[in-house]
T-cell receptor, first 111, second 115 residues
């Protein structure tokens, strides 16, 4: 099993729709979680951290489910500019302490 | 500097040649990562430096790949005897510490093409 798994998509949604992605992780000891956004042919950029109690930043909501070992990202009122690949990042304690990126979920918001 | 700087931004090399990629992390960032991203694929972890600790080299795909870091500053990734399958974007990222509570900052990458 991969340490971090994501549905590659693409998720094609109309403007204004609500869309959610999940990301599962295998290490139950993981403590730190992030969502990154990567535009085509660009480097990844931090979108938001994921806190235990869940957190919101404008139209974006991130949640953590420790029991089922997944994190989620919810995007409300999708904009064309939200089209990108969304990467989840989880820390791992196997070997040295480091972070593992998922392969990303591609989102296309359609006009 | 203000961000993570990588050079060169693009590199075309002939199969069998050695290449050296450079990363200048944000000043004061103790953690530095190298990743590889092939076209249309996810990020593949290569190597991780944290302060003066021994680097985690567990992601390096073969002994043709090596990386060094001078203290908490510049890092170089060297690929010897390049192969066509080495063609990818090589991304460097740095963070303030092991916990990376503020996430990583990525450089814009070096696009390597082996012909």
């Amino acid at each position: 099993r991969k340490e971090v798994e994501q549905d590659p998509g693409p998720f094609n949604v109309p403007e204004g729709a609500t869309v959610a992605f999940n990301c599962t992780y295998s290490n139950s000891a993981s403590q730190s979680f992030f969502w990154y956004r990567q535009d085509c042919r660009k480097e990844p950029k931090l979108l938001m951290s994921v806190y235990s109690s869940g957190n919101e930043d404008g139209r974006f909501t991130a949640q953590l489910n420790r029991a089922s070992q997944y994190i989620s990202l919810l995007i409300r009122d999708s904009k064309l500019s939200d089209s990108a690949t969304y990467l989840c990042v989880v820390n791992t304690t196997s070997g040295t302490y480091k972070y593992i990126f998922g392969t990303g979920t591609r989102l296309k918001v359609l006009a | 500097g203000a961000g993570v700087s990588q050079s060169p931004s693009n590199k075309v090399t002939e199969k069998g040649k050695d290449v050296e990629l450079r990363c200048d992390p944000i000043s004061g960032h103790t953690a530095l990562y190298w990743y590889r991203q092939r076209l249309g694929q996810g990020l593949e972890f290569l190597i991780y430096f944290q302060g003066n600790s021994a680097p985690d080299k567990s992601g390096l795909p073969s002994d043709r790949f090596s990386a060094e870091r001078t203290g908490e500053s510049v890092s170089t990734l060297t690929i010897q005897r390049t192969q066509q399958e080495d063609s990818a974007v090589y991304l460097c990222a740095s963070s303030q510490g092991r916990e990376a509570n503020y996430g990583y900052t990525f450089g814009s990458g070096t696009r390597l093409t082996v012909v």
